[in-house]
């Protein structure tokens, strides 16, 4: 039963895959498009689209998506899957993440000062806020840069190998749950 819930779920974005496919603006790259692993959720795209997202949520601002999509087309991954990954970067995630980047960076700056909240002169005037801020990202530069670079490298390995292993692990449990029923069938 969820099986087919599932498919029919699936189906209902059929229309809008047709939709956006026949856009002028996207026909040219209609080709590119094509590739099943865009659209369908099997094991490899769904992986490498975990481990695109994943990557693609670090990156600062509005380009999360189009990192993820240009990310998805690259490495032939479902890129409505990778878009929907992306999102676990947001307002209440992104400062504890930035955070631990910053820290994994520290590992190859030894030098560098803990992570600490700044101090930015609220009832100042905005440029002397704004320079106050600029100060402080300047100072947390070169180990939340590597960080960044590390902590998306590791958190999408982490993601394809979850997916992996998940997969698999459904994979297995239906195969058990089958060759019971066809043996219990067989007996009865």
Do not use: K
Not at 56 to 81: D, K, M, T, V, Y
């Amino acid at each position: 039963m969820p099986r087919r819930l599932f498919s029919r779920l699936i189906a209902g974005f059929r229309p809008a895959i047709d939709a956006i496919t026949t856009h002028p603006l996207v026909r040219r790259h209609v080709p590119a498009l094509a590739d099943p692993n865009l659209w369908h959720v099997n094991r490899r795209s769904a992986a490498r689209a975990v481990a695109v997202g994943l990557f693609c949520g670090l990156i600062p601002g509005p380009l999360q998506a189009a990192g993820a999509i240009a990310g998805s087309l690259g490495l032939r991954a479902n890129f409505p899957l990778a878009v929907a990954t992306t999102f676990y970067t947001n307002p209440f995630t992104i400062v504890p993440l930035y955070v631990v980047a910053y820290e994994y960076g520290r590992l190859f700056f030894p030098g560098s000062p803990p992570a600490v909240a700044v101090a930015l002169p609220w009832a100042a005037g905005a440029t002397e806020w704004l320079a106050a801020l600029l100060a402080w990202m300047a100072e947390l530069g070169p180990p939340l840069a590597v960080g960044l670079v590390l902590l998306a490298v590791t958190l999408a390995a982490t993601g394809w190998g979850a997916v992996r292993l998940a997969w698999r692990w459904h994979t297995v449990r239906a195969w058990r749950r089958r060759s019971r029923v066809r043996a219990a069938s067989a007996r009865a």
